[in-house]
Nanobody
């Protein structure tokens, strides 16, 4: 089992920045990659970004390219999501997930964090 613990959500204004963190209890071949998803009220959970532990390769959703940056600290088993130029439409619960590779497919991620609320006011 892999436990994921997220932190860093909050209430900010449009244009502000926020950084989320997600720490994995351990790394295994089954969680070779980490991803961030988000779910707004009344909407389906959607892919945001993912990163591979081994080489740091990343994959971003078009909606966040140029504004969000994912990074990882292998020594701490932690990934970070730096969110800049936040918009009200970024408001959602953000979930950290662990899976075998960087993919947008939600079912490919086996382990999930509890979620952290991000609210962006206009």
């Amino acid at each position: 089992q892999v436990q994921l613990v997220e932190s860093g959500g909050g209430l900010v204004q449009a244009g502000d920045s926020l950084r989320l963190s997600c720490t994995a209890s351990r790394r295994t071949p089954r969680n070779s990659a980490m991803g961030w998803f988000r779910q707004a009220p009344g909407k389906e959970r959607e892919f945001v970004v993912a990163i591979r532990w081994s080489d740091g390769s990343t994959y971003y959703a078009d909606s966040v390219k140029g504004r969000f940056t994912i990074s990882r600290d292998n020594a701490k088993n932690t990934v970070y999501l730096q969110m800049n130029s936040l918009k009200p439409e970024d408001t959602a619960v953000y979930y950290c997930a662990a899976g075998r590779d960087t993919t947008v497919v939600i079912t490919a991620y086996e382990y999930w964090g509890q979620g952290t609320q991000v609210t962006v006011s206009s």
